[in-house]
């Protein structure tokens, strides 16, 4: 109550709100503050400054706009940009931020120094953590030691749930200190503060303002692949700075970076309850979409659902397009009566049906690869009808198999996917799998 | 066929234009997908003779007060129903300041006041300030009817600075001065169409219109994109 009064009040500019971030102005606003940058909206060779895109449309007299991040505020040929420089790290004393009490296993700790040493030395670290295994918790101690130091850090992801999911985690973790959450329709009005925690695309608005970038699930769309929201990570940070990558299914660059020594990794191989991960099982089906034309299932799909029907045990079933997902669910009620509910990406109902299904109320869920991540039921099984398409990425595989085993009572669980051919993203997946558990079988000996 | 992109709701569509059009450079690619643009309701049946609202089997109650305001009775006709829909286009178009969006409508536009346009002595649309065209960098009027370009007098009607009137409240909007002024006498006498983007209070048409009727304008219609 007290803070938003206090905001509403504070009218003049704060110089502080210009440290390291990109502040749209017109052209024709003079700077209102000696440390004020003025900087130009497109580079010498019409790159955005913003966004590094060069996709302009015209405007009237001689003037553009970059049409790729318009909806950040439009920059233009009649705008400019006002930045400040972040000022330098002062270690208020060396004090503790972190007020969470909970502890971290062995591993977790390991996982924690390895990140923290990367911060001293000013390196990059992937840390590769199997879904399931305490990621965020094993990045307190990190934020932390930054922090001490005076640092400025920013907790990013591309997925705007899971920022939303980490923002009461990271407020009660850090609860002395002030927070912000910036998203598209961020409620809050920005204010400098030395933690940030933001969607990618938010990294936009900065420029050298991070001594530390975290980037949660930075394999999911749409930072994955997407040339903008790369140029925005690596501008958003200062020149001397570390980026800890946080992924259960690193990019084939990520990998590859790591393979060829460039990026020091850490593993998380085991989940929290130590178990390993459910391995991916396979099965061949002729043409699916055939029989689902004419409203059947494959056999073996059918025979696997009767099983379900028998013993009560929950299920999700992934398939490729939304437009399967009404006849599937026809085909199944024609076969058993136990209760499912179809969601896709667009549903209105979402997060009622998640709920639905989290509350036990019905059996399974038909879905598409929109229920890959972020989302937790206990004890349930998986099947993926027509595995084998291209809509399945490795990645994609990976994430729907992570869902398997969540929890102590069930650390197993079956992971089944219902294919014509196999192909090279199932083999890769598989073979990640199979690699993750080597490592985490390796660790439970060396114990 | 080519896949574009949506400028309101960001989903990919396919367009319609044949393989003549591209050979010709005919194509003309629409900034709105067509499901997006079925939401956007057409202006037709009864409508009030002088603002052109639609739905009103009479004279509205706003256009009542407005013949009791000035001496001279605007008429009004619009392409489509200002909803949500039409917010969210304008917000996207004005103020986010799409520049693409300004095609979205042009054909339908043109179709239906094509003519009128071209009958009148004198084209003239609602200005933006000097403020505006400095920051949003265009005139989101003569965007929309870009194809009446080369009959459109930008240079006769102007407006002053002030609060822009989308930021003030409907009370302050219908009491606000008059802002509009003229930089040529070229109106005495003609008939003139008078174009807007939105006819919302009315306020702005009517200000416009009583600044052309006092230089001694002859007759004025306005024409809207919605009402």
């Known amino acids: 109550m007290s803070t938003a009064f206090f905001c509403v009040l504070k009218i003049v500019t704060d110089i502080s709100d210009y440290y390291g971030r990109l502040c749209l102005k017109s052209r024709f606003d003079s700077a ?31 003037e553009f706009f970059c049409t ?9 040929s009649l705008a400019c940009f006002h930045w400040a420089q972040e000022p330098a790290a002062d270690a208020r004393n060396g004090q503790s931020w972190l007020t969470w009490q909970g502890t971290l296993t062995n591993k977790q700790q390991q996982v924690a120094s390895e990140i923290i040493e990367s911060i001293d030395s000013g390196q990059d670290r992937l840390v590769w953590a199997v879904t399931g295994a305490g990621k965020t918790e094993m990045i307190f101690p990190a934020i932390n030691h930054a922090l001490k130091q005076g640092k400025r850090v920013a907790m990013v992801s591309p997925r705007i749930d899971v920022i939303l999911e980490l923002a009461p985690r990271l407020r009660s973790a850090f609860s002395d200190l002030d927070l912000l959450l910036l998203y598209g329709d961020t409620p809050e009005k920005y204010h400098y503060t030395k933690l940030v925690l933001a969607t990618t695309h938010q990294l936009l608005k900065f420029k ?25 990570a690596e501008k958003a940070k200062k020149h001397q700075s570390s980026t800890v990558y946080l992924t259960a299914t690193p990019t084939a660059q990520l990998i590859k970076d790591y393979r060829q020594q460039r990026l020091p990794a850490s593993f998380l191989p085991l989940r929290f309850h130590g178990h390993l991960l459910p391995v991916l099982t396979f099965t061949r089906i002729g043409d699916w979409h055939k029989q689902l034309t004419k409203g059947r299932l494959p056999k073996k799909l059918v025979d696997q659902i009767l099983l379900y029907a028998g013993s009560g045990q929950r299920f999700l079933l992934f398939l490729p397009r939304v ?45 598409t690869t929109i229920l890959e991540r972020g989302v937790t039921f206990p004890g349930i099984d998986v099947l993926i009808l027509g595995a084998d398409d291209e809509i399945f990425s490795t990645n994609a595989i990976v994430q729907i198999a992570g869902r398997v085993g969540r929890n102590n009572d069930r650390p197993t669980g079956l992971v089944l996917a219902f294919i014509e051919e196999q192909t090279r993203a199932l ?16 660790q439970r000996d060396g114990q | 066929m080519a896949s574009n992109r949506c400028l309101l709701c960001g989903d990919t569509y396919q367009a319609n234009s044949s393989f003549s059009d591209w050979l010709f450079g005919n194509s003309v690619i629409d900034p709105l997908c067509s499901p997006c643009k079925n939401r956007c309701q057409y202006v037709k049946g009864s409508i009030c003779q002088d603002c052109g609202r639609p739905n009103q089997a009479e004279l509205c109650t706003d256009c009542r007060i407005w013949r009791t305001k ?6 009004n006709r ?91 409240g409907r009370r302050d909007r219908l009491n606000k001065d008059n802002l509009f002024f003229l930089k040529s006498k070229d109106c005495v006498g003609r008939e003139i169409a008078l174009l807007d983007d939105v006819y919302t209070t009315g306020t702005t048409l009517h200000q416009a219109a009583a600044c052309l009727y006092e230089a001694g304008a002859k007759k004025i219609s306005t024409i809207s994109l919605a009402r």
Not at chain 1, 210 to 227: A, H, Q
Not at chain 2, 70 to 75: E, Q, S
Not at chain 2, 86 to 106: E, I, T
Not at chain 2, 143 to 160: P, Q, T
């Open chain 1, 32 to 62: 209102e503050d000696a440390k004020i940058q003025v900087l130009p909206p497109f580079d010498k060779q019409g790159h955005c400054y913003r966004c590094g895109q060069k996709n302009h449309a015209d405007l009237p007299n001689g």
């Open chain 1, 68 to 76: 790729v991040c318009l909806q950040m505020g439009r920059n233009s």
């Open chain 1, 208 to 232: 050298e303002a991070f001594d530390l970038l975290i980037i949660d699930e930075v394999d999911s769309f749409p930072f994955r692949g997407d040339p903008m929201l790369a140029f925005a």
């Open chain 1, 323 to 367: 437009k399967d997902l009404a006849p599937v669910l026809k085909a199944i009620s024609k076969i058993t009566d136990i209760k499912g509910l179809a969601v896709h990406a667009a549903d209105p109902q979402r997060k009622e049906k998640v709920q639905q299904m989290r509350d036990k109320s019905v059996q399974f869920l038909v879905t």
């Open chain 1, 427 to 442: 083999k890769a997946a598989a073979a990640q799998i199979v690699f993750m558990n080597r490592k985490g079988q390796a």
């Open chain 2, 70 to 75: 000035y001496n001279f009775v605007l008429t």
């Open chain 2, 78 to 168: 619009a392409l489509l129903s200002y909803d949500s829909f039409l917010k969210d286009f304008m917000h996207q178009y004005k103020f986010v300041g799409d520049y693409r969006l300004r095609s979205a409508f042009s054909s339908e536009l043109k179709e239906k006041f094509g003519k009128q346009i071209s009958q009148s002595e004198l084209v003239i649309p609602v200005p933006v300030s000097r403020q505006t065209m400095r920051d949003r960098g265009f005139n989101q009027v003569t965007g929309l009817f870009s194809f009446a370009e080369k009959k459109m007098r930008s240079d006769i009607l102007c407006v002053a600075d002030k609060a822009q009137t989308s930021k003030l």
